[in-house]
């Protein structure tokens, strides 16, 4: 049993609190007991498809080539091979340098899902965590453009009650076999 007052657990016999002195009349006071949740029940980390990261370097690729390498060739300043070999390397390099460090940042995400909470972890160039609370996540929703069902990758948002608009929930990008991870996020945060 437990003292109104101050919540000071006491013997079942008891008569006074041995804290606070209170006069107990004997009612068993009960204490909402803490769930335990330090035991990852689903983690999830998104998936670096080299492929899928490669399409937008090739756009740029196409778009300088005919903004740029076109207009040069036609000029008769350069030949095709130095116009559009340049072009190449510098996209090359800039896809080169964004790999290192978006590979990086994917290695470093994590979602861990517990009894009662999501914890969102990154921690590559900027130290970032979030924990949000089940029950405050109002909706999960899972998307995939064309080009992401072409890889099998999607992504995942939890959205909270959050009134901002801003931060109002956690987004996984490029989940690997994202229906499936979908279900198993549901069916944890539905436990």
Known sequence: MYCE??????????????????SIKGEVVKTKEKVEDKEVQLNVKPTYKIGYMVLPYLFTY????????????????????????????????????????TKKQYDNYSYDFYKTKVIYRDSFLNVSEKEVKYKYIREVTMRQTIIQRIFNIGNIVLFTN??????????????QNVQE??????????A
């Open 62 to 101: 196409a778009i300088f080539a005919v903004c740029l390498g076109f207009p040069l060739l036609v000029s008769g300043l350069f030949s095709a091979i130095n116009v559009f070999g340049a072009i190449f390397i510098v996209v090359a390099l800039l896809f080169g340098i964004s790999y290192i460090f």
């Open 5 to 22: 007052k101050c919540g000071t657990k006491l013997e079942d016999s008891a008569s006074f609190c041995t804290k606070c002195g209170a």
């Open 181 to 190: 991870i979908y279900k198993k996020i549901k069916s944890t945060i539905d």
């Open 162 to 175: 959050a009134e901002t608009g801003v931060g109002n929930g956690i987004c996984i990008v490029n989940v």
